[in-house]
């Protein structure tokens, strides 16, 4: 054939490809029910209206607009892509049920490029599982009663036995160092004294910012910047390992034998760059989500002077109790005896919403209650939508702890979603708890505080302080 000929044959034959491949989705569309929305502006779609900062607390306009208008599932378009938009508790248990068989991660491009794409986010199938494995293994139950209590215990009691009467400080600012301090101290026996850890935070801070960033490598931006502390990050991790496998296994002490690099590198065949995206995104999801849940509970309890008078109650309790017992340490077994604190862990949850929705791409067509959600679409399980439904939580916008309490203790549904569900749930939902309680029990016995100015929390989407919760310190009360 003559060249010519090619020239014309060959964008023909692309051209019939994508007409046809067009002619089918679109033939698919139209026989099945493709759920109801508005793509909004090409390219863009709604992403916008989406992304537009709004009261953690309240599903923010452009859901109460969308679900009013087209219901619990509609259509978008959101990033460039169509997306299904869940509001409905059932399909979001759909999405865990059949995660890794019909979805498969679908995370945007500067999260996948600064957290690393070998990080579990970004695994699937049998490689999912095996890294999963590992981070199970590594919090497990006796380690999170023994290593991870003793030292909440100790950094709490440091950290807010130095807050001094009167004084003026950032709750998310000391939530932040108290929950990092915790698991930089369990993935690298790095300690709070340690001269590197402000440097390593500062970085932290930075990378998780151009987590959620627009992917733009403009010196300076968000995202630049964020990709720049990932390069820190790993630099510094780089160092550490190969400086762990010359010293091989000889340490003795608790540090870096019984760390989670340690066990890693023990337990792994996995490349450097796999050890370093896995140590960073542990990092980013323990930390940075803990961090939210502790002001949030400061928060909330702010203007609650019946449910703080309940907790001291509590608290009182429990270190009356360890006094009797000449216990001198907070124990796993005082944790599990607040009752009424983990009320108020849910209630925070639940109307805190840490996370507020989870998406996933579409990987094989999916038939659900007469819709079609074609594959390739993304999906968004809407967490929030769910915690805040006024169907499934009565008076959904008020913080009411005791709507947790049964005669059995602590109720249970499966509305509430916060640690997600199914194949990718939360690892660490019971240290979160336990860091909670912790920082929570020290707050209530050792102070008695007020919100300093008025801050509340803003999902952008990850929640946000603009002024870092500022309270002031009332009165040393043990
Ligand atoms: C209040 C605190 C926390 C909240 C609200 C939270 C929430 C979540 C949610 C919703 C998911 C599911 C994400 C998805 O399906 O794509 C998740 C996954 C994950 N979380 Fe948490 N989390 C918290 C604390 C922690 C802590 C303390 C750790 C570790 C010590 C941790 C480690 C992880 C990991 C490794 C995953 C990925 C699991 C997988 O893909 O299999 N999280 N978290």
Redesign the pocket.
Known sequence: MSSLGLVVLIPTTILFLILFHSFRRYAKKKDHNIPPGDMGWPLVGETFSFMKPHLSTTVGGFMEQHTTRFGKIFLSNLFGAPTVISAEPELNRFLFKNDTRLFEPGWPRSFADIVGRSS??FLVGDA?KHM?SI?LDF?SAERIRTFFLQDMDYLASILLGSWTEGSVISSLDEATKFSFYI?VKNILSIGPEDPQIEWLRGEFNTFTKGLISFPLKIPGMAYWRGLQSRRNLLELLNQEITKRTKEGDNTNERTKKDDFLGWVIKNTDYSLEKIGDLML??LF??HD??SR?ISLMIYFLDSSPEIIAHLREEHVGVLNSRRQNEESNLTFEDYKSMEFTQCVINET?RLGN??SH?QRKVSADVHYKGYLILKGYNIAAH?SAVHLDPSLFEDPHHFNPWRWLCSSGVKKTNDFM???GG???????E??RL?MAVFLHHLILKHDWVVAEPDHPICVPYVDFAKGLPIKVRAFIL
Not at 423 to 429: F, V, Y
């Open positions: 579990i986010s999912h999963r981070i919090l698991m995104h542990t999801a323990a989500t803990t849940a949850l840490i996370v989870i967490l916060p640690f997600g194949a990718r749930h939360c690892p660490g939902s240290i979160a860091e």
